[in-house]
């Protein structure tokens, strides 16, 4: 009896594993999520509280999305885009990491120049816009201007206080096995510091996303998602315009979901840093 | 200052000597705060010494300075007749708290120490695998560090000091945060290691029982007179300490001593 209800579960389990492969839980209700916003935004549409040329239907959008791929507008503004993001980040990592450790090896500097980027870290991308515009012009420089100059104090701070809090018995134990120098920091503070400084690229990458965007409506170039908005909103066309919110939202998706969580979980895991103490 | 003496006529070689060992730390509001003063130890090869003490007795600030993690003190230590002078994987630390590397594998844990030795991969991928079964933890190699029990991981930090190949082995009071079964198991395998190896081990604790146990010698301190209370020699073999009538005599006398603030 009693092996045959466990039998019973396990069956159950079983074919819930299945059922929990195919359909995963997230996937489900996630498509429930969208689904449920599209008959909303369509019933407003419906409803004719604005008017059509100002809130057009999701199939009207679904249409201008399929005409603006068709047509390379929004391939070739996303691929410029994410060009110009790659390198910005590129470049804030870049120089975040080696300000970063030069704040580490000057303590005064370092104590200096946390406060300094505290403040210009939490300062507005798009205030940087005019002084990007004066000091360097309408191209592709002066957006990569305010790019870095939104996530690079992010990337700095992270590198600062991660390679700080490194527990200072790691320091002691790997001094003690004979580690100094380069091999201390390369394979001690480094390897220790991580989980912070994925959380500060995490920051950075959303705060340069942000920037990118604002600079691009702003900066006119010619190319990029930015700028196709900024068309939209010139011919009235709304269509375009949320044909490309739902683009860079979708971006902004992808990259969090698929790249940090999947950086952030590997890390966590392997560091245990999602268990709680049970002994 | 006081002239050293031998404690007792020494038989052997003394491996480890303090003389006149003390340790100020300066305060801020410029009054000196004495931790140790005229500290004596000879310590011959091969040798278990515990160092008993109630908290803030300066006994693990002794470990440190044997260490070498800090390098202002007054007197000398003298490891093989040479002053002890900064870090150095000679005279290897275990913390009572885990040091392991959350970021790597037991294995990996163990094979860090060789790879800062320079050990070539090939021999010390060997080596690691050859500690890690030493201490019993060959199924656990590709563990990270969260999925191991507390006893486990000091296990793994064992592995990894023994790997040095230590002249001495620095213990700060290694088994402090583990259940008592555990502990019992990790002192008949640290003892079995001992006899393997007959390194020279400083343990220091808090707790008499793992003092005795353990102990060549027991070696009190009081945090009243900065220093050395008492030393006693234990000539019962450990494997008999367990249930030996005499033990216990020796555990009230030291119980005694640690609580009385004379």
Redesign the interface.
């Known amino acids: 009896m009693e092996t045959q209800i466990k039998s019973n579960s396990k069956k159950v389990s079983l074919s819930h594993k299945i059922v929990n492969k195919i359909i995963n839980k997230d996937t489900l209700s996630l498509v429930i999520f969208i689904g449920v916003f599209l008959a909303v935004w369509q019933l407003v549409y419906m409803s004719e509280f604005f008017p059509k040329i100002s809130l057009p239907s999701p199939l009207a959008v679904g249409q201008t999305i399929i005409e603006l791929v068709l047509d390379f507008t929004l391939v070739k503004g996303t691929a410029f885009t994410l060009w110009r993001l790659f390198l910005g980040f590129l470049i804030s990592l870049t120089l975040g990491l080696i300000i970063g450790l030069f704040m580490i090896k000057f303590q005064q500097f370092g104590k200096t120049m946390s406060s300094f980027a505290v403040g210009l870290q939490s300062f507005p991308s798009i205030a940087w816009i005019p002084f990007a515009i004066l000091l360097i012009g309408f191209n592709d420089s002066g957006i990569l201007f305010v790019v870095v100059m939104s996530c690079v104090f992010s990337v700095m701070l992270s590198t600062y206080s991660g390679l700080r809090n490194v527990p200072p ?2 320091i ?8 100094k120098g380069f ?1 201390l920091f390369r ?2 503070l480094i ?2 510091a ?1 989980p912070t400084l994925i959380m500060g690229m995490r920051q950075a990458w959303s705060f340069a996303w942000h920037a990118l965007i604002g600079a691009e409506m702003l900066i006119t170039t010619l190319v990029g998602l930015g700028y196709i908005l900024s068309v939209g909103r010139e011919f009235s066309n709304m269509s375009q315009i949320i044909a490309t919110m739902i683009v860079i939202f979708t971006i902004g998706l992808i990259f969090d979901r698929v790249v940090f969580i999947k950086i952030e979980e590997k ?1 966590r895991d ?3 840093l999602d ?1 709680q103490k049970i ?1 | 200052m006081m002239k050293f003496k031998y404690q007792s006529s020494p038989p052997q070689k003394v491996f480890l000597s303090l003389k006149n060992v003390s340790k100020k730390y300066a305060q801020q509001n410029s009054e000196s705060n004495t931790v140790l003063e005229n500290i004596n130890i000879q310590i011959l090869d091969g040798e278990i010494i515990t160092i008993l003490g109630k908290s803030g007795c300066g006994k693990s600030t002794l470990l440190n300075l044997i260490a070498g993690f800090e390098n202002s003190f007054g007197g000398e230590i003298l490891l093989n007749e040479k002053p002890v002078k900064d870090i150095s994987p000679e005279r290897i630390m275990m913390f009572q708290e885990s040091a392991l590397f959350p970021w790597l594998t037991a294995f990996q844990n163990v094979e860090f120490a060789l790879k800062i030795a320079k050990v070539p991969k090939n021999q010390r991928e060997k080596q690691a695998k050859n500690y890690l079964k030493i201490v019993g933890l060959s199924d656990y190699s590709n563990s990270y560090i969260h999925q191991l029990s507390g006893g486990m991981k000091q296990r793994v930090s064992l592995a990894r000091a023994l790997s040095l190949n230590p002249k001495i082995l620095l213990m700060d009071e290694p088994f402090a945060a583990l259940d008592i079964t555990i502990k019992k198991t990790l002192y008949k395998e640290l003892l079995n290691l001992h006899k393997k190896t007959r390194k020279t081990i400083l343990f220091v604790t808090h707790n008499i029982n793992e003092a005795v146990l353990l102990g060549d010698r027991v070696i009190v301190m009081s945090p009243r007179i900065y220093g050395i209370k008492k030393e006693y020699a234990i000539d019962i073999p450990k494997d008999q300490r367990d249930d030996d009538l005499s033990i216990k005599n020796i555990i009230n006398q030291i119980t005694a001593d640690l609580y009385d603030n004379a």
């Open positions: 018995i790691y002691r134990a790997a001094r003690n096995m004979g580690a091999t394979y001690v390897p220790a991580t890390i392997r560091w245990g268990q002994d």
